[in-house]
T-cell receptor, first 114, second 114 residues
Framework: GAGVSQSPRYKVAKRGQDVALRCDPI?????LFWYQQALGQGPEFLTY????????KSGLPSDRFFAERPEGSVSTLKIQRTQQEDSAVYLC????????????FGPGTRLTVT | AQSVTQLDSQVPVFEEAPVELRCNYS??????LFWYVQYPNQGLQLLLK??????LVKGINGFEAEFNKSQTSFHLRKPSVHISDTAEYFC????????????FGQGTILTVHP
């Protein structure tokens, strides 16, 4: 079966532009996570969905970041008015059940803000 | 607050030599511990996990790790490495939430030389 997919794989945005990053989790997976990985760093948690409910958004760095998962499957991470510090790889992960502690990661979207 | 420290940012080693990648953690609650591997331009792949039970955990590709609660460590080992093990390795923990939000270390780049 297909794994977690993300699109686009690479995105270049000019400072101030809005971007939308898509995540297609493994079919049937209940949990979905977004992480941000800056260059040379480990991934950092952004937000968590259980089905369509966003249960934790404590890691979103500012109100310019917004995530949704309206039908409990595909998720979109939106960044408004991008800044240079938003340049990073954005990773999506899904998990079959809440609390199973095994997350399957997508390849990531590398965002470069110029 | 929880944190993960990977003590070595880079580890060079010759093929067929043993290797140990060090990981220490800090948490005020019980934790579950993980090692992930990231190959260039790919997502994170789970190598092994400690949830409970035996403190010696075996994973894929011949890797193993030992959970040491008194030393708050979870070091990754392999008795004989291959060129194909060249990658970045991340130690991570989950704890304090019911859904498995991960806190990652900064990563260790393992380079295996012929």
């Amino acid at each position: 079966g297909a794994g977690v997919s993300q699109s686009p794989r690479y995105k270049v945005a000019k400072r101030g532009q809005d971007v939308a990053l898509r995540c297609d989790p493994i079919s049937g997976h209940v949990s979905l996570f977004w992480y941000q990985q800056a260059l040379g760093q480990g991934p950092e948690f952004l937000t968590y969905f259980q089905n369509e409910a966003q249960l934790d958004k404590s890691g979103l760095p500012s109100d310019r970041f917004f995530a949704e998962r309206p039908e409990g499957s595909v998720s979109t991470l939106k960044i408004q008015r991008t800044q240079q510090e938003d340049s990073a790889v954005y990773l999506c992960a899904s998990s079959p059940l809440a609390g199973t502690y095994e997350q399957y990661f997508g390849p990531g979207t590398r965002l470069t803000v110029t | 607050a929880q944190s993960v420290t990977q003590l070595d940012s880079q580890v060079p080693v010759f093929e067929e030599a043993p290797v140990e990648l060090r990981c220490n953690y800090s948490s005020s609650v019980s934790v579950y511990l993980f090692w992930y591997v990231q190959y260039p331009n790919q997502g994170l792949q789970l190598l092994l996990k400690y949830l409970s039970g035996s403190t010696l955990v075996k994973g894929i590709n011949g890797f193993e790790a030992e959970f040491n609660k008194s030393q708050t460590s979870f070091h990754l080992r392999k008795p004989s490495v291959h060129i194909s093990d060249t990658a970045e390795y991340f130690c991570a923990l989950a704890g304090g939430t019911s859904y498995g939000k991960l806190t990652f270390g900064q990563g260790t780049i393992l380079t295996v030389h012929p």
